[in-house]
């Protein structure tokens, strides 16, 4: 990591991060509506660096195209998923980044294994893949409501009663493969209470402009809130590693959310700490006499090199000493 603002960032996020092995009681354990002692206004600013640095360490992540990061965004509805990703990935350069939302599966990802339609959205090294729910529903919705197991056309001993450990296993080993092939996993989950899910709910519906996000359906899920709980926290228990934490999010309060997200990617970042290339001797050499050529076409009046003429202080300096009024050479 380069400097101290890796440790503060380190310190900040260590009591979101679920301890491998530990067991995990959701609604015991962590508090939708904490905020760390911060306010609105300080947690702005701190967003807004934690942004720049997204920016500056996705330019090296890109550059080096060693490592990729997976970014696992898990919450229930109305958990603020969109808006999370929204604000915290607004500085960085959009080709470096994608985006995948899982709805429902297909009849062509049906006819293949679970894991199948998330293998096909990873990232590339260089590039930070984000999946807006992920593998996860596998060991979440599915849990709750167990006939999609069926519709997954599972032969009947793979929907045996320890289906959830060998799936819990399969993904560790799967995210422990990826992690080992120098693609960071982070996993994120936002943790909302279930009456701040009432508010945005009533929200959406009374405001026009967000009615087409909400879903008579989303109310129907609501049912099942105590079974997710418990299915979270079995998730949480089990597949929390050493090689890919879960971070839980407090996630009532928006701001405080973003936050936090940011706070986590931006530490895996600097963990990675990717450098520009450096290049060989002899690429070096060819660059200063393209650099040569390109001063030559200087027209008369303009500097040789514009931006050294700017920035005196730079490296290449030594060959910004061409004078402006100098006539362009044959």
Known sequence: MSDDRAERIAEFIEPLRVAPGSTVRLERDFDPREKAGLKKR??????????????????????????GVLLCLQAL???GKDGTIRHVMSGVNPQGVRVSSFKVPSSEELDHDY?????????????IAIFNRSHYEEVLVVRVHTENLVRQKL??????????????????DWERYLVDNGFKVVKIFLNLSKEEQRARFLKRIDLPEKNWKFSAADVR?????????????KMLSATSTEWAPWYVVPADRKWFARLCTAAILAHTLMDIDPQYPQMPEAARKEL????????????????????????????????????????KRG
Do not use: C
């Open 42 to 67: 300080k947690a702005a600013d701190l967003l807004r660096t934690g942004v720049e640095l997204l920016a500056e360490y996705q330019s090296r992540l890109a550059a080096q195209d060693t490592y």
């Open 155 to 172: 032969p009947d001993s793979a929907r045996g009663s320890g289906v959830w450990k060998r799936r819990y296993r399969e993904i560790n």
């Open 77 to 79: 509805d109305a958990g």
């Open 115 to 127: 894991l199948w339609r998330y293998a096909g959205r990873l990232p590339a090294r260089g590039e």
């Open 288 to 327: 200063l006499v393209a650099k040569r050529g390109l001063e030559r076409e200087a027209p008369t009046g303009m500097p040789a090199d514009p931006y050294a003429a700017r920035h005196p202080s730079g490296r290449d300096a030594r060959t910004s000493g061409r004078r402006a009024g100098k006539k």
């Open 221 to 233: 899920e609501r049912r099942h809130w105590a079974e997710y709980q418990r299915a979270f926290s």
